[in-house]
C-alpha cells in the first residue's frame, strides 16, 4: 500500500484531489492534513468518512509536530495543495502568506527528507511568472510575481527545487492556470459572481474587466499531476494550462446571460493594486508525456454554474459574517 500524504486536501483542488487518489489508486492510503481556516471546508470530504483507505488529521504544514502527526505511520507521496491563495487577502496580510506557503513548505520538505519519500509534488501556480502581454510563459522563464501571494508561490517552488538540487530529494512542480470548479470558495470570481448573481446581487469586476485568464477544469488538473507524477522527471517544471484564455470581463457576461440575469448586475470597481493583466502557459512540456485537458471551458463553466445552483447549502452559510465584512471591505458595495 502506498501512503500519501495530500496537504490542503479540504480546500478546492487538494479536496478533488483526495478523492481523484482514492478512484484512481486502489492502492494507494490516503492521510488529508488541513487546518481547515476559513477556505478549508470538512463538508468536501464529508462522503470520504468510513473509507478504510482514507484519514483526516486536522493541523498546520507551518507545525512540526502536526506534520509528525500526519506521517507517523510512514509516508511515500507527498502532495502539497496546502496554501493561502487569495491574492485581495495577501495585499491586506501578506504574514499569512510567508508563513504557509513558505515556512509551510520547508516544513514538509524537511519531513519528506528525512523519510525519503519516493515523491513530492509541489502545487504551485501560473502567477509565479507575472503578466506576459504576448506569447506564452515556459517552464523556463524568469519568475516575477507582482503580489505577496505569487512571491510567496514562488518562493516556495523555488525552495522545492532547491531541495532537489541540494539533496537529491525527488521534486515535481506543476505551474497551473486559474482553477475553476464545483466546491470552490466564492470568494474567487466564477463562483463569487455565479453566487451574487443567484441572488441578484452586484458582480464586482476590477478594473475595465479586460485582465485575462487561461481557465483548467480542476479534474483535468488532478488528472495532469498523476501524468507529471508517473510519467515526469524530477526536478522538473509542468505547466498545466486549459487553453481557455477569456477575459474577466467576457466570464462575467456569460455568467449572468447563463442565468437569465440582467447585465445591470455587473458593477465596475476600482482595480487591486499590481493586478496582472495577462497569463498565458506553454503546456507542451506535459504534452509530450500524454496530457491534454478534456473539459471545454463552455461546459465546465456550465457545470459549475449547474452546481453551485443545486448547491445553495454549501455556500449560503458561508457568505456570512467574516466573510461578508471582507467583502464589504474589499468592494465598498
Known amino acids: 500500500m502506498?501512503?500519501?500524504?495530500?496537504?490542503?486536501g479540504a480546500g478546492f483542488i487538494g479536496s478533488h484531489y483526495a478523492h481523484h487518489a482514492l478512484q484512481a489508486h486502489p492502492g494507494w492510503q490516503v492521510t488529508v492534513l488541513d487546518k481547515l481556516t476559513y477556505a478549508g471546508n470538512p463538508a468536501n470530504l464529508q462522503d470520504?468518512?468510513?473509507?478504510?483507505?482514507?484519514?483526516?488529521?486536522?493541523?498546520?504544514?507551518?507545525?512540526?509536530?502536526?506534520?509528525?502527526?500526519?506521517?507517523?505511520?510512514?509516508?511515500?507521496?507527498?502532495f502539497n495543495f496546502a496554501a493561502e491563495t487569495h491574492v485581495d487577502r495577501s495585499i491586506g496580510?501578506?504574514?499569512?502568506?510567508?508563513?504557509?506557503?513558505?515556512?509551510g513548505t520547508y516544513t514538509l520538505l524537511e519531513a519528506a527528507r528525512a523519510r525519503g519519500v519516493?515523491?513530492?509534488?509541489?502545487?504551485?501556480?501560473d502567477e509565479v511568472y507575472g503578466s506576459i502581454a504576448r506569447g506564452r510563459s515556459l517552464e523556463t522563464d524568469a519568475l516575477m510575481p507582482t503580489n505577496p501571494y505569487s512571491a510567496s508561490k514562488a518562493a516556495a517552488d523555488r525552495l522545492a527545487y532547491s531541495y532537489f538540487a541540494t539533496y537529491n530529494l525527488p521534486v515535481f512542480i506543476s505551474?497551473?492556470?486559474?482553477?475553476?470548479?464545483?466546491?470552490?470558495?466564492?470568494?474567487?470570481v466564477i463562483p463569487l459572481f455565479v453566487t451574487n448573481a443567484l441572488e441578484d446581487k452586484p458582480l464586482p469586476l476590477y478594473g475595465d474587466g479586460q485582465n485575462v485568464r487561461d481557465w483548467l477544469y480542476v479534474t483535468d488538473h488532478c488528472e495532469a499531476i498523476d501524468v507529471m507524477l508517473e510519467r515526469g522527471?524530477?526536478?522538473?517544471?509542468?505547466?498545466?494550462?486549459?487553453?481557455?484564455?477569456?477575459?474577466?470581463?467576457?466570464?462575467?457576461?456569460?455568467?449572468?446571460?447563463?442565468?437569465?440575469?440582467?447585465?445591470?448586475?455587473?458593477?465596475?470597481?476600482?482595480?487591486?493594486?499590481?493586478?496582472?493583466?495577462?497569463?498565458?502557459?506553454d503546456c507542451s512540456r506535459i504534452g509530450t508525456l500524454g496530457w491534454r485537458p478534456r473539459v471545454p471551458f463552455e461546459k465546465g463553466l456550465e457545470e459549475t454554474i449547474a452546481w453551485y445552483a443545486a448547491?445553495?447549502?454549501?455556500?449560503?452559510?458561508?457568505?456570512?459574517?467574516?466573510?461578508?465584512?471582507?467583502?464589504?471591505?474589499?468592494?465598498?458595495?
Open 311 to 333: 448547491n445553495r447549502a454549501w455556500w449560503e452559510p458561508i457568505k456570512t459574517g467574516e466573510y461578508l465584512e471582507y467583502y464589504r471591505k474589499q468592494y465598498r458595495i
Open 233 to 281: 522527471t524530477p526536478g522538473e517544471v509542468y505547466n498545466i494550462g486549459g487553453g481557455n484564455e477569456r477575459r474577466n470581463l467576457e466570464i462575467t457576461e456569460q455568467i449572468l446571460d447563463r442565468l437569465g440575469k440582467p447585465r445591470t448586475l455587473l458593477r465596475y470597481v476600482q482595480d487591486r493594486p499590481g493586478h496582472d493583466r495577462r497569463y498565458a502557459l
Open 118 to 125: 519516493e515523491a513530492f509534488v509541489q502545487i504551485s501556480t
Open 48 to 78: 470520504l468518512e468510513g473509507n478504510p483507505r482514507y484519514r483526516f488529521v486536522r493541523g498546520d504544514i507551518a507545525s512540526r509536530q502536526d506534520v509528525e502527526r500526519a506521517i507517523a505511520g510512514g509516508v511515500d507521496i507527498i
Open 175 to 188: 505551474r497551473a492556470s486559474n482553477n475553476y470548479g464545483p466546491n470552490q470558495y466564492p470568494e474567487k
Open 2 to 8: 502506498t501512503r500519501v500524504l495530500i496537504t490542503g
Open 93 to 103: 496580510d501578506p504574514e499569512g502568506f510567508i508563513r504557509t506557503d513558505v515556512y
